[in-house]
């Protein structure tokens, strides 16, 4: 039977451990609010607000882009198709990818397409540096 002891219906002996105290209103200070709630809840929108901002700005750039885009221009797709732009409307767009070969596409999967990368100072000052460190060892 006193397995079952903890189905009897009893309050805990004082200083029993985990059992919280009833406690009534002590003279001390009032019960105060975290200070940090209202903050805690605003951080996250807090971090989003850069988020949304990088992300309007690029939108915004590939809006412009969009629309400097003229008929005879070197474009691709989001899908990676490249093609001479044909016909721009609002919505839609034909490409020709391959002679005889016009797709349609949605207008706003479309950017210009520069086949020529950027030449970067760095990648150059890199190699130069590869071929003196060859140099150097040959030595």
């Known amino acids: 039977m006193s397995s079952f002891a903890f189905l009897q219906d009893g309050t805990p ?7 919280a105290q009833p406690s ?3 003279g001390g200070a009032p019960a105060q609010a975290p200070g940090g709630s209202m903050l805690t809840m605003l951080l ?9 901002f990088m992300m309007f700005r690029r ?5 412009e882009a969009r629309a400097s885009l003229k008929k005879g221009d070197r474009v691709v797709t989001q899908a990676g198709l490249i ?3 044909i016909e721009l409307d609002d ?12 797709v349609q596409v949605l207008a ?16 150059d000052k890199e190699l130069k540096d590869l071929k003196e460190a060859k140099a150097d060892a040959k030595k």
Do not use: Y
């Open 59 to 63: 939108n915004k750039k590939e809006q």
């Open 44 to 52: 996250p929108f807090l971090i989003m607000v850069p988020f949304l």
């Open 83 to 85: 093609g001479e732009l």
């Open 13 to 19: 002996k004082a200083g029993t451990p985990g059992v």
């Open 91 to 102: 919505k839609v767009a034909k490409v020709k990818i391959a002679p005889g070969t016009t």
């Open 108 to 123: 706003s999967a479309l950017s210009p397409f520069n086949p020529e990368p950027a030449k970067s100072e760095d990648k």
């Open 24 to 26: 009534g209103p002590s």
